[in-house]
């Protein structure tokens, strides 16, 4: 969760949590896989020091 200065909260990954459920039929299952891929957070060490 993301506050601002006044601790409100102006971002959180908690509405995107359907991502985890099977891909509906209504929906693009590469766009689907996509969202999943992009909702990964955090640090990541690409190579060595990066």
Same mark, same amino acid.
């Given at each position: 969760?993301?506050? /601002?200065?006044?601790?409100?909260?102006?971002?959180? !990954?908690?509405?995107?949590?359907? *991502?985890?459920?099977?891909?509906?039929?209504?929906? /693009?299952?590469?766009?689907?896989?996509?969202?999943? !891929?992009?909702?990964?957070?955090? *640090?990541?060490?690409?190579?060595?020091?990066?």
């Amino acid at each position: 969760m993301i506050r /601002n200065a006044k601790g409100r909260a102006v971002w959180g !990954l908690g509405a995107y949590g359907f *991502l985890d459920l099977e891909c509906p039929d209504t929906a /693009n299952t590469s766009l689907w896989q996509q969202s999943r !891929l992009c909702s990964d957070h955090g *640090l990541s060490e690409v190579t060595a020091g990066i």
